[in-house]
């Protein structure tokens, strides 16, 4: 069983975390877990142990944002606290996991994301290439700013990706290491989009080709025979594995550009009433007054 509609609230949430920043932390959380994770792909963990702390410390982030572990931790929670939090995160956004997945994710909670550490250089270049935005042979750019970046997009597939496996019968941490990998081209070629690809024409492939064979270089030649072996599928949709990729793939191409269209849309009633913005407090009756005497309420 693949997707269906009562997976898009958590899809989207998963999907803002590539709009979540903090204080003195470079970049996004989708963009940070993207690097703690090829840091320790690069270094030789395995796919399947960086894959369960990766997603899980999104799952939790989904409502904690950058409360993560290492952070309670250093706001003076034990870690028996700690991980209390997190597990109450993770069960709000889990309800719908495949079961045994979801206790495999909320086991890896306590250890956290995988840690920062040395990169190869296209993990830096994915995160400052921008996303070509909505394009079509023929007509001008759709831009919707800020641009989503390449790491952004290729952690939340990877987390789409994890989280559908089961329905297609998939391995999760193969999913994981074709959607992290499934960019590299775009770590040295500017994103055109689909015009570009059409005007490239018969010369894309071999233009593809040579710009992901200079980030699978920057790879020690075992790990660089993983990611092969994980991305070759993915060319097509007759593997398991290559159909939960499409799948995470798609929903997320269309689910940022969803996303601007929904912030675009929004009326002040929904922002005061369905999200109440001006929530209950002690003071909350004052404050309605006020706004209702400017007339926004």
Same mark, same amino acid.
């Given at each position: 069983?693949? !997707?269906?509609?009562?997976?898009?609230?958590?899809?989207?949430?998963?999907?803002?975390?590539?709009? *979540?920043?903090?204080?003195?932390?470079?970049?996004?959380?989708?963009?940070?877990? !993207?690097?703690?994770?090829?840091?320790?792909?690069?270094?030789?963990?395995?796919?399947?142990?960086?894959?369960?702390?990766?997603?899980?410390?999104?799952?939790?982030?989904?409502?904690?944002?950058?409360?993560?572990?290492?952070?309670?931790?250093?706001?003076?929670?034990?870690?028996?606290?700690?991980?209390?939090?997190?597990?109450?995160?993770?069960?709000?956004?889990?309800?719908?996991?495949?079961?045994? %997945?979801?206790?495999?994710?909320?086991?890896?909670?306590?250890?956290?994301? =995988?840690?920062?550490?040395?990169?190869?250089?296209?993990?830096?270049?994915?995160?400052?290439?921008?996303?070509?935005?909505?394009?079509?042979?023929?007509? =001008?750019?759709?831009? %919707?700013?800020?641009?989503?970046?390449?790491?952004?997009?290729?952690? *939340?597939?990877?987390?789409?990706?994890?989280?559908?496996?089961?329905?297609?019968?998939?391995?999760?941490?193969?999913? !994981?290491?074709?959607?992290?990998?499934?960019? !590299?081209?775009?770590?040295?070629m500017p994103d055109a989009g689909f015009?570009?690809? $059409?005007?490239?024409?018969?010369?894309?492939?071999?233009? *593809?080709?040579?710009?992901?064979?200079?980030?699978?270089?920057?790879?020690?030649?075992?790990?660089?025979?993983?990611?092969?072996?994980?991305?070759?599928?993915?060319?097509?949709?007759?593997?398991?594995?290559?159909?939960? /990729?499409?799948?995470?793939?798609?929903?997320?191409? $269309?689910?940022?550009?969803?996303?601007?269209?929904?912030?675009?849309?929004?009326?002040?009633?929904? $922002?005061?009433?369905?999200?109440?913005?001006?929530?209950?407090?002690?003071?909350?009756? /004052?404050?309605?007054?006020?706004?209702?005497?400017?007339?926004?309420?």
């Amino acid at each position: 069983m693949s !997707f269906d509609a009562a997976y898009l609230p958590l899809l989207r949430e998963l999907g803002d975390l590539k709009r *979540i920043r903090s204080a003195e932390r470079e970049g996004s959380i989708a963009e940070r877990l !993207f690097a703690r994770g090829w840091a320790a792909l690069a270094a030789g963990e395995t796919p399947t142990a960086v894959m369960r702390r990766t997603v899980a410390a999104a799952l939790a982030a989904a409502r904690l944002g950058d409360l993560d572990r290492a952070t309670l931790a250093e706001l003076g929670l034990s870690d028996a606290e700690a991980r209390a939090v997190l597990e109450r995160a993770f069960d709000e956004v889990a309800m719908l996991l495949d079961p045994a %997945l979801a206790a495999e994710l909320r086991d890896a909670l306590p250890e956290g994301a =995988p840690a920062a550490g040395p990169v190869p250089r296209f993990v830096p270049q994915l995160a400052t290439q921008p996303r070509a935005g909505v394009t079509c042979p023929g007509r =001008p750019r759709l831009l %919707l700013q800020p641009a989503e970046n390449h790491a952004e997009h290729c952690l *939340i597939v990877a987390v789409y990706g994890v989280l559908a496996a089961p329905g297609y019968g998939a391995d999760p941490a193969e999913v !994981f290491l074709a959607s992290m990998a499934h960019h !590299f081209h775009n770590a040295a070629m500017p994103d055109a989009g689909f015009t570009g690809e $059409v005007l490239l024409g018969d010369l894309l492939d071999r233009v *593809i080709d040579a710009a992901r064979e200079q980030a699978m270089a920057m790879l020690d030649p075992a790990v660089a025979a993983q990611v092969r072996a994980a991305i070759a599928p993915v060319a097509g949709d007759a593997t398991p594995a290559a159909r939960a /990729f499409h799948a995470a793939d798609v929903l997320d191409r $269309v689910l940022e550009i969803e996303q601007h269209l929904r912030a675009a849309s929004a009326t002040m009633d929904s $922002v005061l009433h369905t999200y109440e913005l001006v929530h209950a407090g002690p003071v909350k009756t /004052f404050h309605d007054r006020v706004l209702s005497d400017v007339g926004l309420l």
